[in-house]
């Protein structure tokens, strides 16, 4: 797992540790040592803690603006033991919804597994930014984690699948990347 990167293209338009805004300001990111670990595997530096043993993030772009955040995680999302959405929900989200960020496009690629329990923090992130006209997408996230979400009742808060499933999202520049999403949902859910 140290050898999986968060993806660093996009560093030239964001990088949260010099944003003042960001929940991850000012953290300096020594490259030379692997402290953090996921079940006794060590993973990259650059990956960011969110509060939780077993889901670690990056934020790869953010447009205060707009109110967009490009999220992209790492490990295992365990709602049963670790509440990893609630670590995500109140120290990460809460923050964010403070600078009235309301579209969240979540990347999980290195999403290896999801234990679910209750949907009352997914059903609150996705009530705050319903309220202001955003959403919750996910891209890449395996075909067993999407049907475990689906077990839990997950999508009816989170966007995912079909025209949403970008394999390709490397390809695009931030910005292009959200219109993308964007016009997908759209055309998903009528927007205000």
């Not at 949260?16 to 402290?35: A, M, Q, T, V």
């Not at 995680?73 to 403070?98: C, S």
């Not at 009352?120 to 067993?144: L, S």
């Amino acid at each position: 797992m140290h050898q999986i990167e968060p993806f660093y293209s996009w560093d030239f338009y964001y990088n949260s540790s010099i944003d003042e805004n960001s929940p991850i300001y000012g953290k300096e990111y020594n490259y030379d040592l692997y402290s953090e670990e996921i079940y006794g595997y060590f993973i990259d530096p650059a990956w960011d803690y969110l509060g939780s043993e077993t889901l670690y993030f990056k934020i790869l772009f953010m447009d205060y603006d707009q109110g967009i955040a490009i999220l992209e995680f790492i490990g295992e999302w365990n709602d049963a033991i670790n509440n990893d959405i609630m670590h995500l929900k109140r120290n990460i989200i809460d923050h964010f919804n403070y600078y009235n960020i309301n579209k969240y496009i979540l990347i999980g690629e290195n999403v290896f597994n999801f234990h679910g329990s209750d949907d009352c923090y997914y059903e609150e992130w996705y009530e705050e930014v319903d309220e202001n006209g955003g959403w919750i997408v996910a891209i890449g996230f395996r075909e067993f984690v999407i049907e475990e979400w689906r077990n839990y009742d997950i999508d009816s808060y989170i966007n995912f699948g079909g025209d949403l499933e970008i394999l390709n999202w490397r390809a695009h520049k931030p910005l292009a990347l959200f219109q993308k999403v964007e016009s997908i949902i759209r055309r998903r859910i009528p927007l205000t």
